[in-house]
């Protein structure tokens, strides 16, 4: 068995797209995946699986489309892939200013132009985007939603830490 970690896009802790992680488990653990953990109530699941990556995201979306009725892309890596994203980051400023934007494919198309965004910073290597926003996230104009509309892709974006524990979590 293989381990796994999968990013859901557009969970919250409440409102829309709300899911109890408790409830998200049961289902996973229902059509067939092992060990399943979840990470905070933002949609970071880690499990185990015979199956290919591509195959995994396509179930846990079927069924989550199925059991909760709405769309909820996934985005499944393995563990060497979480290494290599890790490994791969170009930014070293410290935790709080680091972010990993996570694309469901690599985009065509990686020259973008993005005004005012000060001193933060972006570098957009495969399937990945990697952030340093030296003034906050949450200040910052290299948001999740700009990176889907400017690349055409379905993306998720996860803080230092939350990257760092998942892989912890997995080994």
Same mark, same amino acid.
């Given at each position: 068995?293989? +381990? /796994? #970690?999968?990013?859901?896009?557009? $969970?919250?802790? *409440?409102?829309?797209? %709300?899911?109890?992680?408790?409830?998200?488990?049961?289902?996973?653990?229902?059509?067939?995946?092992?060990?399943?953990? +979840? /990470? #905070?109530?933002?949609?970071?699941? $880690?499990?185990? *699986?015979?199956?290919? %990556?591509?195959?995994?995201?396509?179930?846990?979306?079927?069924?989550?489309?199925?059991?909760?009725?709405?769309?909820?892309?996934?985005?499944?890596?393995?563990?060497?892939?979480?290494?290599?994203?890790?490994?791969?980051?170009?930014?070293?400023?410290?935790?709080?200013?680091?972010?990993?934007?996570?694309?469901?494919?690599?985009?065509?198309?990686?020259?973008?132009?993005?005004?005012?965004?000060?001193?933060?910073?972006?570098?957009?290597?495969?399937?990945?985007?990697?952030?340093?926003?030296?003034?906050?996230?949450?200040?910052?104009?290299?948001?999740?939603?700009?990176?889907?509309?400017?690349?055409?892709?379905?993306?998720?974006?996860?803080?230092?830490?939350?990257?760092?524990?998942?892989?912890?979590?997995?080994?």
């Amino acid at each position: 068995m293989k +381990t /796994y #970690i999968v990013l859901l896009r557009g $969970i919250n802790v *409440s409102g829309k797209n %709300k899911i109890p992680m408790q409830e998200l488990r049961d289902l996973l653990e229902g059509i067939g995946y092992e060990n399943v953990r +979840t /990470y #905070i109530q933002s949609g970071n699941i $880690i499990l185990n *699986s015979e199956e290919d %990556k591509t195959i995994i995201s396509k179930k846990i979306s079927e069924a989550i489309q199925k059991h909760f009725g709405y769309e909820v892309p996934a985005l499944t890596y393995s563990l060497e892939d979480w290494k290599h994203i890790i490994q791969d980051n170009p930014y070293s400023e410290g935790e709080k200013a680091i972010y990993f934007t996570f694309m469901d494919q690599e985009p065509e198309n990686t020259a973008i132009e993005v005004n005012g965004t000060k001193d933060d910073e972006f570098t957009i290597y495969k399937n990945m985007v990697y952030l340093n926003c030296l003034g906050g996230y949450g200040k910052s104009k290299l948001s999740n939603n700009l990176f889907e509309n400017k690349l055409k892709v379905i993306a998720t974006t996860r803080n230092f830490r939350t990257v760092h524990k998942l892989l912890e979590l997995a080994r």
